[in-house]
């Protein structure tokens, strides 16, 4: 990575525990239910100041161009709207896999708005920066702020649930190198979806506030799963062996195809990988 940086942030992973399918929107959208949770897996963007222009740079080369990548829609929206003729080189280090259903690229959008509002000294405050958040995509907003949130509408009318509960669970998170755009599982589900089979959020808050680990494992559910798990079994596969060798309970995260486990601990965890020797990239997480 080049030297020069000035302001480091860490951008997290998120997984859903909770993720309901409605009606597709005016806009293209769906209506969705679901609850968002943070976890300990960080993307780190750099920010540099540099004169008039924007450059994005990245450990890897599977985010796309440049100027598609939110990063980069994040910087050009905040130099038009307020004006700005500072320019930015922001490095992107890469921890988060890219078409895994853990909302990297939505959460280093979020972290641009912050570090670019401290780098370039601009009073925004926090009504403005969900507003720009959502302009950017549905899940943006959730990591303005992160932790455990229910969100509605098109996933951008966020509720904060913790009112100072703040549960730490042991996540261990299996991602089988099978990449899934959003994009392409909604198509998925509006050809082979048969409406939610949703057990209701209410669920899962219920067991939540009693902090029930159990009822709260127990009521995992994603819409997604019904027809991802069709064409992709081994994600169905890695579930089933997590629950075998010791979660509480296991889902697919967002559209997949990253798949986590609540485990009583971390010593579960840690057995669990020795065992299982699961396909792809592994995990072993806090939420956050």
């Given at each position: 990575m080049?030297t020069?940086?000035?302001?480091?942030?860490?951008?997290?992973a998120?997984?859903?525990?909770?993720?309901?399918?409605?009606?597709?929107?005016?806009?293209?959208?769906h209506?969705?239910?679901?609850?968002?949770?943070?976890?300990?897996?960080?993307?780190?963007?750099?920010?540099?100041?540099?004169?008039?222009?924007?450059?994005?740079?990245?450990?890897t080369?599977k985010?796309g161009?440049p100027?598609?990548?939110?990063?980069?829609?994040?910087?050009?929206?905040?130099?038009r709207?307020?004006t700005?003729?500072?320019?930015?080189?922001?490095?992107?280090?890469k921890?988060?896999p890219?078409g895994?259903?853990?909302g990297g690229?939505?959460s280093d959008?979020?972290?641009a708005?912050?570090?670019?509002?401290r780098l370039w000294?601009?009073?925004?405050?926090k009504?403005?920066?969900?507003?720009?958040?959502?302009?950017?995509?549905?899940?943006?907003?959730?990591f303005?702020?992160?932790g455990i949130?229910?969100?509605?509408g098109?996933?951008?009318?966020i509720?904060?649930i913790?009112?100072?509960?703040k549960?730490?669970?042991?996540?261990?998170?299996?991602?089988?190198?099978?990449h899934?755009?959003?994009?392409?599982?909604?198509?998925?589900?509006?050809k082979e979806?048969d409406?939610s089979?949703?057990?209701?959020?209410?669920?899962?808050?219920?067991?939540?506030?009693?902090?029930?680990?159990?009822?709260?494992?127990?009521s995992l559910?994603?819409?997604?799963?019904?027809?991802i798990?069709?064409q992709?079994?081994?994600?169905?596969?890695i579930?089933q062996?997590?629950?075998?060798l010791?979660?509480l309970?296991?889902?697919?995260s967002?559209s997949?195809?990253?798949?986590?486990?609540?485990?009583p601990?971390?010593?579960?965890?840690?057995?669990?990988i020795?065992?299982?020797?699961f396909?792809?990239?592994?995990?072993?997480?806090?939420?956050?």
């Open positions: 080049p020069g940086y000035t302001i480091k942030s860490l951008a997290p998120k997984i859903n525990y909770i993720l309901e399918i409605g009606r597709k929107r005016k806009d293209g959208f209506e969705i239910k679901t609850v968002f949770q943070t976890v300990s897996l960080f993307d780190v963007l750099h920010f540099k100041e540099i004169q008039g222009k924007v450059i994005i740079n990245s450990n080369d985010m161009p100027e598609e990548n939110l990063v980069y829609k994040a910087a050009m929206m905040l130099k709207k307020l700005v003729d500072k320019g930015v080189e922001i490095f992107i280090d921890k988060i890219v895994a259903g853990l690229g939505s959008a979020a972290c708005l912050k570090g670019l509002a000294n601009l009073r925004l405050d009504k403005t920066l969900y507003e720009m958040a959502s302009f950017l995509g549905a899940d943006v907003p959730f303005i702020e992160g949130a229910t969100a509605r098109k996933g951008d009318v509720s904060n913790s009112r100072g509960i549960p730490s669970f042991s996540v261990l998170l299996v991602y089988p190198e099978i899934i755009s959003t994009k392409e599982a909604y198509e998925k589900w509006d979806g409406g089979k949703g057990k209701g959020i209410d669920t899962f808050m219920k067991a939540f506030y009693k902090f029930d680990t159990d009822g709260m494992a127990k559910f994603n819409d997604f799963e019904s027809v798990i069709k992709h079994p081994i994600i169905g596969e579930k062996k997590m629950k075998e010791g979660a309970g296991a889902l697919m967002g997949g195809s990253s798949v986590f486990g609540i485990f601990d971390s010593q579960t965890i840690k057995d669990a020795l065992k299982a020797k396909p792809g990239k592994v995990f072993e997480l806090k939420t956050i």
